[in-house]
């Protein structure tokens, strides 16, 4: 099953590192000083602005993986374990709507 | 010893899940731990699969792989913490030590490790307890001889992600801990976005007036604690206003 | 009509015919070989239609834009790929000094490989998939948000500021899209019934009494939310805005070059055309059609597909990026969840075999009844969403215009009395 996948991501590696060294050129310029300006240390002023939508993610792809196997069962759900679906949905929802109103999703 | 081919891909499975933990207890890289812990993830994964779980394979990849990674990296680098000096933790084998009892403790009594215990062998504490009996103490056996009852309608075909599916929000089954899982996560959202959130420049302010006003009152408390109570002032005696207005009266 | 019909089942029966032959002496052998060559052929077809995709695009984006387009390369430029091929294999391959050898040289490589990887559960024809997992659907979007990690390496191990700056933005980008994606499969799923990509094709078709009916007719919502977030997700024009030239230089590949920018190009057009794959299977019925062959039917309708990215591409300005966060924290994802919920209500009212309702009662409608009240449903939610949000906009804009005039009245009377 997944070993097609293996298999695959085998050939990718193999062909794309038999592609790469073809570039021994220009020894010259190995040290070469390339990108833009580095000035100072490689850090940038994280914002938490990234962590903040992160932490929604993970809360909506939980939410996410436990719906799918519901869904597979959907046709076979009696109306009190519908019920029960909504209310899961609902209840993220209303997380959603926090994270709204207290401005987490703003801002990028 | 013959190998089947389940075998040599879980020990390669195995090998890469240890191998990548313990790079991700020892390294000071902090980056690099994060990405082996990202491999042992994929390595976990790969269990599933070789236990005819896909399912959980690909949750396992979407979840940890897609979202906690990220957000593991993304605190690391809000902490700042591959610039700073990373110190040796002083108390690792000891801790380590500790960590190793108490798996072996969990792999007796839920795992598949088994022994037995005879007190009566015991050097000292046997002379106290002369007639106590061996027993066997872990490989207990979970009851996996019964079919749970599903009560699926006979409308979708029964692999086992419908019957996963339908056992979070069957009333019989697990739909208590379904919604509770999804309180559970409200909560810690609301909590963190609560923590969090930008504040504008005036509730800044007004935090830290807030903080000032609090000190100041503690400060003010502790100094009243330490000064003895003001002595109240002496009590007149009866007649002693009235004379004195009196007497200023009469002058 | 069979030997075309059929064409691939012929070309793939008689291949592994020969390798079982050969290696008859192992059926495991035989198997690993057969799945070896299954793969390269999807590598190869991968590869192959990156080329003409990249030609394609800069063709129509040129038309759109009043231009030609590539035309030196061989007659009309069709040697283009080719030649951008043969740049980027002899370009030399810089190195920044600092950065981490291992996460810089392993992230492209990452990345093309995992967008490859979705390939492997597409169902080019009836019985040609590269592995048929129950899962399907579920397995091409983790393999999506797995290949996330992967950007932050590449920021990260060119210790580069600016890279590191763009990969971030660009996983906040990605992983926000994925939730709409995530949120509007679902309704697909309730309705086929399983996750397999096969089985959600065979609900679309007439094949074992169903009707056959596309779902981008019964969940036209679903439909346009996940092409927007696809094309979101593979941060392409209107939402490249982290790669563009003008903005942060590239973003976080902006210290590759040669062939591991090849890589990261290719993954970007892979992961467009696996969209798009997935799209036509998911809703217009992948390889289900009267009189042409399957396989050709897919690729008309993924082409399709993809010529509406093309022509997005060339039509729409770039979105900021506060803008793009807002359309879908604040517009997709709620829309998404309240259409789930109406979904839901509505498919446990509506049904459409008597077994199900025997089961878990409701009514019983024609399944062209049932895709006809899941329409209506559908778009007067989008429509309705659609509407709420423009009052919203409309009144802040307004609230804006108000602010700025008044404003615009002080400093007209101040600069009257001064």
Same mark, same amino acid.
């Given at each position: 099953?997944i070993?097609?996948?293996?298999?695959?991501?085998?050939?990718?590696?193999?062909?794309?590192?038999?592609?790469?060294?073809?570039?021994?050129s220009k020894?010259?310029?190995?040290?070469?000083?390339?990108?833009?300006?580095?000035?100072?240390?490689?850090?940038?002023?994280?914002?938490?602005?990234?962590?903040?939508?992160?932490?929604?993610f993970?809360?909506?792809?939980?939410?996410?993986?436990?719906?799918?196997?519901?869904?597979?069962?959907?046709?076979?759900l009696p109306?009190?374990?519908?019920i029960n679906?909504i209310l899961?949905?609902?209840?993220?929802?209303?997380?959603l709507?926090?994270?709204?109103?207290?401005?987490?999703?703003?801002?990028? | 010893m013959?190998?089947?081919?389940?075998?040599?891909?879980?020990?390669?499975?195995a090998?890469?899940?240890?191998?990548?933990?313990?790079?991700?207890?020892?390294?000071?890289?902090?980056?690099?731990?994060?990405?082996m812990?990202?491999?042992?993830?994929?390595?976990?994964?790969?269990?599933?699969?070789?236990?005819d779980?896909g399912?959980?394979?690909?949750?396992?990849?979407?979840?940890?792989?897609?979202?906690?990674?990220?957000?593991?990296?993304?605190?690391?680098?809000?902490?700042?913490?591959?610039?700073?000096?990373?110190?040796?933790?002083?108390?690792?084998?000891?801790?380590?030590?500790?960590?190793?009892?108490?798996?072996?403790?969990l792999?007796?009594?839920?795992?598949?490790?088994?022994?037995?215990?005879?007190?009566?062998?015991?050097?000292?504490?046997?002379?106290?307890?002369?007639?106590?009996?061996?027993?066997?103490l872990?490989?207990?056996?979970?009851?996996y001889?019964?079919?749970?009852?599903?009560?699926?309608?006979?409308?979708?075909?029964?692999?086992?992600?419908?019957?996963?599916?339908?056992?979070l929000?069957?009333?019989?089954?697990?739909?208590l801990p379904?919604?509770?899982?999804?309180?559970?996560v409200?909560?810690?959202?609301?909590g963190?976005?609560?923590?969090?959130?930008?504040?504008?420049p005036?509730e800044?302010?007004?935090?830290?007036?807030?903080?000032?006003?609090?000190?100041?009152?503690?400060?003010?408390?502790?100094?009243?604690?330490?000064?003895?109570?003001?002595?109240?002032?002496?009590?007149?005696?009866?007649g002693a206003?009235?004379?004195?207005?009196?007497?200023?009266?009469?002058? | 009509?069979?030997?075309?019909?059929?064409?691939? $089942?012929?070309?793939g029966?008689?291949?592994?015919?020969?390798i079982?032959?050969?290696?008859?002496? =192992?059926p495991?052998?035989a198997?690993?070989?057969t799945?070896g060559?299954?793969?390269i052929?999807?590598?190869?077809?991968?590869?192959?239609?990156f080329?003409?995709?990249?030609?394609?695009?800069?063709?129509?984006?040129?038309?759109?834009?009043?231009r030609?387009?590539?035309n030196?390369?061989?007659?009309?430029?069709?040697?283009?790929?080719?030649?951008?091929?043969?740049?980027?294999f002899?370009?030399?391959?810089?190195?920044?000094?600092?950065?981490?050898?291992?996460?810089?040289?392993?992230?492209?490589?990452?990345?093309?490989?995992?967008?490859?990887?979705t390939?492997?559960?597409?169902?080019?024809?009836?019985?040609?998939?590269?592995?048929?997992?129950?899962?399907?659907v579920?397995?091409?979007?983790?393999?999506?948000?797995?290949?996330?990690?992967?950007?932050?390496?590449?920021?990260?191990g060119s210790? $580069?500021k600016?890279?590191?700056?763009?990969?971030?933005?660009?996983?906040?980008?990605?992983?926000?899209y994925?939730?709409?994606?995530?949120? $509007?499969?679902?309704?697909?799923v309730?309705l086929?019934?399983?996750?397999?990509?096969?089985?959600i094709i065979d609900h679309?078709?007439?094949a074992?009494?169903?009707?056959?009916?596309?779902?981008?007719?019964?969940f036209?919502?679903?439909?346009?939310?996940?092409?927007?977030?696809?094309?979101?997700?593979?941060?392409?024009?209107p939402?490249?805005?982290?790669?563009?030239? =003008?903005?942060?230089?590239?973003g976080?590949h902006?210290?590759? =070059?040669?062939m591991?920018?090849?890589?990261?190009?290719?993954?970007?057009?892979? $992961?467009?055309?696996?969209?798009?794959f997935?799209?036509?299977?998911l809703?217009?019925?992948?390889?289900?059609?009267?009189?042409?062959?399957p396989?050709?039917?897919?690729?008309?309708?993924?082409?399709?597909?993809?010529?509406?990215f093309?022509?997005l591409r060339?039509t729409?300005?770039?979105?900021?990026?506060?803008?793009?966060?807002?359309?879908?924290?604040k517009?997709?994802v709620?829309?998404?969840?309240?259409?789930?919920?109406?979904?839901?209500?509505?498919?446990?009212?509506?049904?459409?075999?008597?077994?199900?309702?025997?089961?878990?009662?409701?009514?019983?409608?024609?399944?062209?009844?049932?895709?006809?009240?899941?329409?209506?449903?559908?778009?007067?939610?989008?429509?309705?969403?659609?509407?709420?949000?423009?009052?919203?906009?409309?009144?802040?804009?307004?609230?804006?215009?108000?602010?700025?005039?008044?404003?615009?009245?002080?400093?007209?009377?101040?600069?009257g009395?001064?």
């Open positions: 099953m070993v097609t996948a293996a298999l695959l991501m085998g050939v990718t590696l193999i062909a794309a590192s038999l592609l790469r060294p073809k570039k021994p020894a010259k310029l190995e040290t070469y000083e390339c990108g833009m300006e580095t000035v100072g240390d490689t850090w940038v002023q994280f914002r938490v602005q990234y962590y903040v939508l992160a932490l929604v993970v809360v909506f792809d939980i939410e996410a993986v436990l719906l799918f196997p519901i869904a597979v069962a959907f046709n076979a109306w009190l374990a519908v679906l899961f949905i609902l209840i993220l929802l209303i997380a709507l926090y994270a709204w109103r207290k401005g987490a999703l703003d801002w990028e | 013959a190998l089947t081919l389940q075998q040599v891909i879980f020990l390669a499975l090998v890469v899940v240890i191998g990548a933990a313990l790079f991700v207890v020892t390294t000071r890289n902090l980056f690099r731990a994060a990405l812990l990202v491999l042992s993830f994929f390595a976990v994964a790969g269990f599933y699969v070789l236990l779980a399912l959980f394979a690909v949750a396992q990849i979407l979840i940890y792989i897609g979202a906690i990674s990220i957000l593991i990296i993304f605190s690391v680098m809000l902490t700042r913490g591959m610039q700073a000096m990373i110190p040796r933790n002083s108390q690792a084998f000891w801790s380590a030590v500790v960590v190793a009892i108490i798996f072996a403790m792999l007796l009594l839920l795992g598949p490790l088994r022994t037995t215990v005879n007190v009566a062998a015991w050097p000292i504490i046997g002379s106290i307890f002369p007639n106590a009996t061996p027993r066997e872990g490989a207990v056996p979970w009851a001889a019964v079919e749970p009852a599903t009560g699926l309608p006979a409308v979708v075909p029964e692999t086992y992600i419908a019957t996963f599916g339908f056992s929000v069957d009333i019989n089954q697990y739909v379904f919604l509770l899982v999804a309180l559970l409200d909560i810690a959202l609301s963190a976005v609560h923590i969090a959130r930008q504040r504008r005036i800044v302010i007004q935090e830290r007036q807030d903080i000032a006003a609090e000190d100041a009152a503690e400060a003010e408390a502790i100094r009243n604690a330490q000064q003895p109570a003001p002595v109240p002032a002496p009590a007149l005696p009866e206003v009235a004379a004195a207005t009196s007497a200023a009266n009469e002058h | 009509m069979n030997p075309i019909n059929d064409l691939l $089942n012929i070309i029966g008689f291949i592994a015919g020969i079982n032959s050969i290696f008859s002496f =192992s495991f052998l198997d690993a070989i799945m060559l299954a793969a052929i999807l590598c190869t077809f991968a590869a192959l239609s080329m003409g995709l990249t030609y394609a695009e800069r063709k129509v984006v040129a038309r759109i834009q009043d030609v387009g590539p030196q390369a061989g007659p009309l430029g069709l040697l283009q790929p080719i030649a951008d091929g043969i740049k980027m002899t370009k030399e391959d810089t190195t920044p000094a600092a950065a981490d050898r291992w996460v810089y040289n392993l992230a492209p490589l990452v990345i093309a490989v995992f967008a490859l990887t390939y492997a559960v597409l169902p080019f024809a009836p019985g040609v998939v590269g592995t048929n997992l129950n899962i399907g579920f397995y091409v979007l983790a393999i999506g948000s797995g290949s996330i990690v992967a950007i932050i390496m590449a920021g990260w210790n $580069n600016y890279a590191l700056l763009g990969a971030f933005r660009t996983v906040a980008q990605l992983v926000g994925e939730v709409p994606m995530l949120l $509007n499969v679902l309704p697909v309730m086929a019934g399983s996750m397999g990509l096969i089985d679309q078709t007439l074992n009494g169903n009707a056959g009916i596309p779902f981008l007719l019964f036209p919502l679903s439909a346009v939310v996940f092409l927007i977030s696809g094309i979101a997700e593979t941060a392409r024009s939402f490249d805005l982290l790669e563009a030239e =003008s903005e942060i230089v590239a976080f902006v210290e590759y =070059s040669g591991k920018f090849a890589l990261f190009f290719l993954g970007e057009y892979v $992961n467009a055309l696996a969209v798009a997935v799209f036509s299977t809703f217009l019925g992948g390889f289900a059609g009267p009189i042409l062959p396989y050709i039917w897919l690729l008309l309708k993924a082409g399709a597909v993809f010529t509406i093309m022509w060339g729409l300005p770039r979105v900021r990026i506060d803008q793009m966060h807002n359309l879908n924290w517009f997709f709620p829309l998404s969840i309240v259409h789930l919920i109406l979904v839901i209500i509505l498919l446990k009212v509506f049904v459409t075999s008597p077994a199900q309702q025997a089961a878990t009662g409701g009514i019983l409608v024609d399944a062209w009844v049932q895709a006809a009240i899941m329409f209506v449903a559908s778009a007067l939610t989008l429509i309705a969403g659609l509407g709420l949000a423009a009052r919203r906009a409309r009144i802040s804009r307004l609230a804006e215009e108000d602010v700025l005039a008044r404003r615009r009245a002080e400093n007209m009377a101040t600069a009395a001064a």
